[in-house]
T-cell receptor, first 112, second 114 residues
Framework: QQQVKQSPQSLIVQKGGISIINCAYE??????FPWYQQFPGKGPALLIA?????SEKKEGRFTISFNKSAKQFSLHIMDSQPGDSATYFC???????????FGGGTRLMVKP | ETGVTQSPTHLIKTRGQQVTLRCSSQSGHNTVSWYQQALGQGPQFIFQYYREEENGRGNFPPRFSGLQFPNYSSELNVNALELDDSALYLCASSFDAGARETQYFGPGTRLLVL
């Protein structure tokens, strides 16, 4: 059972554009929602995270928007750069601990 | 401060064999989690160890087992390997097992089962 659904599977954006990746979850016990960035041959690295009592969190060019009632959250990458080309995973953890349930991933390509 | 390290980086086994993967947690971290990442998919949680005790387990069969040592390093053992076990195995450590504690991932061990 996939508890976190992520879309799109792949995304191509021009340099300077906005990249948007969406996730939806089912388990209402989730209360922490991190995004991870993974480059080929590397493990995932934390990019930004949000708690459900906050509707938006911004760190530099990266913003998470969170809609608790819809059980959806999204990652916006402003002014996308070729160096942002990577696979992005949304994830969630709940009150049982920090074990993560990941979405299926989005492969982002930013064209120069 | 060193990050999470894993060994070996790559491994080839045949069906039915057994494999042991190793992980050294980041300094000061007492919690280690293991994930399986099949090609083109998101990581799937296998199990977590907190202070040498299993602290949670995902939907994986008992032939996936683990261990955490007093220095908080960890091993993942897989018995009776199957072709579908071919994947990238990721280890992540965290300061503790609290719900919002960030997990820091190692580079993974890529296992190929023939």
């Amino acid at each position: 059972q996939q508890q976190v659904k992520q879309s799109p599977q792949s995304l191509i954006v021009q340099k300077g554009g906005i990249s948007i990746i969406n996730c939806a979850y089912e388990n209402t016990a989730f209360d922490y929602f991190p995004w991870y960035q993974q480059f080929p041959g590397k493990g995932p690295a934390l990019l930004i995270a949000i708690r459900p009592d906050v509707s938006e969190k911004k760190e530099g060019r990266f913003t998470i928007s969170f809609n608790k009632s819809a059980k959806q959250f999204s990652l916006h990458i402003m002014d996308s750069q070729p160096g942002d080309s990577a696979t992005y995973f949304c994830a969630a953890s709940g009150n049982a601990g920090n074990m993560l349930t990941f979405g299926g991933g989005t492969r982002l390509m930013v064209k120069p | 401060e060193t990050g999470v390290t894993q060994s070996p980086t790559h491994l080839i086994k045949t069906r039915g064999q057994q494999v042991t993967l190793r992980c050294s947690s980041q300094s000061g971290h007492n919690t280690v989690s293991w994930y399986q990442q099949a090609l083109g998919q998101g990581p799937q949680f296998i199990f977590q160890y907190y202070r040498e005790e299993e602290n949670g387990r995902g939907n994986f069969p008992p032939r996936f087992s683990g261990l955490q040592f007093p220095n908080y390093s960890s091993e993942l053992n897989v018995n009776a390997l199957e072709l579908d076990d071919s994947a990238l195995y990721l280890c992540a450590s965290s300061f503790d097992a609290g719900a919002r504690e960030t997990q820091y991932f190692g580079p993974g061990t890529r296992l190929l089962v023939l």
